[in-house]
């Protein structure tokens, strides 16, 4: 390609790209990414001094490995000589096949089928369109509402912003329009009894209408970087299984080893009957999710008058995307990537720890890899986001919110000065 002036750049993006969560035009100018290596994007023209920044967010929390690191480059690159891409319909290949029997093999047991798609958001679609099928096919129509707390984000797609917090969150614009599903407050942070038994009370009373219950376990996401007691999670497996309600985990944020086991539901030893991953899943190299089932929710939708999933993205199954999803798992799997996560844990509880004297800090919290500073009021997102960039580090904030989720192979160096960036953020928020 003919090489652009980074200001002919800027000036075509402003005109033409619509970025997320933005307005058109956009009212920022973004950074150029020149390149990427380790834990650093190289600019292409320096931002406050720094032609590098340390990135604090492993590309929305996909990037668990860095960038440009030799062994999925070669995974890729092996796979592109051989097949970039075939049609998954009637036809397969190994990486696939592969890919899903790692998957079947690393999450919970009983989940033995993989639906492969294109994204986070996707797979949650899919996972839905799953039990509302599984119960159609089985007679029981009416059982075609979600149960969900309040907090969550599942994605942008329709289903998944159903399951959204409708007060508050992103999608508020289409209350009216999206299915009205069941929600409850809210899981506190610690366990409490009474909220233990809402959920209960609140499954049983629905349970009539309910399809499945639909939460992300242990981390609430993009939807207020919340964390919760992993104990709610068997409270909602056995509230489900007494009221024949199917449970749905959302693990696209928590899954590979961010909250310190490979997956939330690890950390009480449930499983789910439906299970969502994606992000993490390929490296952040390639768009990429999947949707596990168990064979009783497989089997049911098999029995029915209709017994087809009808969902198919063109892209299922890419054979790029899962040749370098399945050397991300096993590049995962063959370190000790729980004491380097327990190791980012600590680094972030000293790091961040100060911030709680900062005017304006409400509340700092710490789990796994993930650091969370919230704010009193809303971030000001170009000051917060200059600050950070001041000490050499890129950060995202939002809503109320300054957080990192560095990737796992970040040394105790960078990982202090993304603490900095933080605390600077905050201050400047």
Known sequence: MTPVRNDELVSLDRAHVWHPYGPMPGRTDPLVVESASGVRLRLAEPAEGHAELIDGMSSWWSAIHGYNHPVLNEAVRGQLERMSHVM?????????????????????????????????????????????????????PEKRRLLTWRGGYHGDTWQPMSVCDPEGGMHELWTGVLQRQ???????????????????????????????????????????????????????????????????LDEIATGFGRTGTLFAADQVGISP??????????????????????????????????????????????????????????LLLSQDWEVEVKRIEAGLREGLAPAADLPGVREVRVLGAIGVVQLDH????????????????????????????????TGDEDLARICAAVRAAAAAG
């Open 273 to 330: 009957d439906v299970m969502c991953v994606g992000k993490a899943l390929t490296g952040g190299y390639l768009s990429m999710a999947a949707t596990l089932c168990t064979s009783r929710v497989a089997d049911g939708i098999s029995r029915g008058d209709v017994p087809v999933l009808a969902h198919g993205p063109t892209f299922m199954g890419n054979p790029l995307a899962s040749a370098v999803a399945l050397a991300s798992i096993d």
């Open 88 to 140: 998954f319909g009637g036809l397969t290949h190994e990486p696939a096949v592969r890919l899903a029997a790692r998957l079947v093999e690393i999450t919970p047991g009983p989940l033995r089928h993989v639906f492969l798609s294109d994204s986070g958001s996707v797979s949650v679609e899919v996972a839905v369109k799953m039990c509302l099928q599984y119960w159609r096919s089985l007679g029981r």
């Open 378 to 409: 809303p971030v000001d997102m170009e000051a917060a986001s200059r600050a950070a960039v001041r000490e050499g580090v890129w950060l995202r904030p939002f809503r109320d919110l300054i957080y990192t989720m560095p990737p796992y192979v």
């Open 182 to 248: 069941v929600f409850v407050d809210a899981p506190p942070a610690g366990y409490e009894e009474s909220y233990a038994e809402l959920l209960r009370t609140e499954i049983g009373k629905h349970a009539h209408e309910l399809a499945a219950v639909v939460v992300e376990p242990v981390v609430q996401g993009a939807g207020g970087m919340r964390f919760h007691d992993p104990a709610y999670l068997r409270v909602l497996r056995e509230a489900c299984d007494a009221h024949d309600v199917l449970l749905v």
